[in-house]
């Protein structure tokens, strides 16, 4: 299994970006997908989750600001960032959780996509 991520940039403060990540490999079913980020210093935290049941988190500094999406058909993951701030420059990683068999479950990440929100 592999995640590919793309989307990210350099930015304006108060612009958006859009982020992708794309499982491909010998997927059975893929159940929570989710966004992390890390900052220089810092250490990696959770962005954003889609369960495979339709729901979603965030955490509080992004809650109204970032979307996360799912297309299961194309086993994709989207991150809607609007509202860009100087904080929320960091590499951002994609990560899922996903069955390979009946019983092959891990958790699967991949590699970050640098975004940096600067005027």
């Known amino acids: 299994v592999q995640l590919q991520a793309s989307g990210g940039g350099l930015v304006q403060p108060g612009g958006s970006l859009r982020l992708s990540c794309a499982a491909s490999?010998?997927?059975?079913?893929?159940?929570?997908l989710a966004w992390y980020r890390q900052a220089p210093g810092k250490q990696r935290e959770l962005v954003a989750a889609?369960?495979?049941?339709?729901?979603?988190n965030y955490a509080d500094p992004v809650k109204g600001r970032f979307t996360i999406s799912r297309d299961n058909a194309k086993s994709t993951v989207y991150l809607q960032m609007n509202s860009l701030k100087p904080e929320d420059t960091a590499v951002y990683y994609c990560n899922a959780d996903i069955s390979t068999g009946w019983e092959s479950r891990s958790e699967y990440w991949g590699k970050g996509t640098q975004v940096t929100v600067s005027s």
């Open positions: 490999g010998r997927i059975l079913s893929i159940h929570t």
């Open positions: 889609a369960t495979n049941h339709g729901t979603t």
